[in-house]
């Protein structure tokens, strides 16, 4: 009998047999997309106040958080007229983290004393073979308060449970492709 190998073909057609119709463990990542865990740590965000201005001040307390040395920044004045973008009279002209050394431990955003920067509970930092995009500047880390679908992301008043889950706005590709 084995040498006709009859028991382990039909066996091994079982197998393929019982897998293709079980239920699938896999999804169609990126299209579709799992939440996470509430208290799973994600991509930052520098989050606008109410009125839109930028709460970020530079102080620079995340960056001396940080165990991985991940952030720099660079402090700019205020000018007249610029009030409406910026909270404080020092803002950051330039605020730059480097996901390639970043460990998504959360000290920055416990050290923030102005809750301008949080680690949302929604978005992935995407894998990239240049390294130079690993290094996420302003223009991917400020919020943008009016999503280009129509969905705020996180732009209304501060509430730290939005990005951990609780009252979170999901996006709608984070609710598989019949939605988006
Ligand atoms: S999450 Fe941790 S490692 Fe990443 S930038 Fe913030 S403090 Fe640094
Ligand atoms: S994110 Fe917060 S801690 Fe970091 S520089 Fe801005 S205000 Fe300071």
Redesign the pocket.
Known sequence: MESIYLPAILGGLWITIKHFFAKKVTIRYPEVKKRFSKVW?GL?VLKKDEQGKERCTACGL?AL????E??TMEAAERKKGEEHLYREEKYAATYE?NML?????????EACPKHAIF?TSEELVASNQDRGAMIYGKDKLVEKIHHPNGKVRGGGPLDPKMYHGENATYLSTFEGISNS
């Open positions: 740590r930052h995340c958080a940080c165990p991985a991940a952030i983290i050394r970043c460990i998504f431990c959360g000290l920055c955003e680690l």
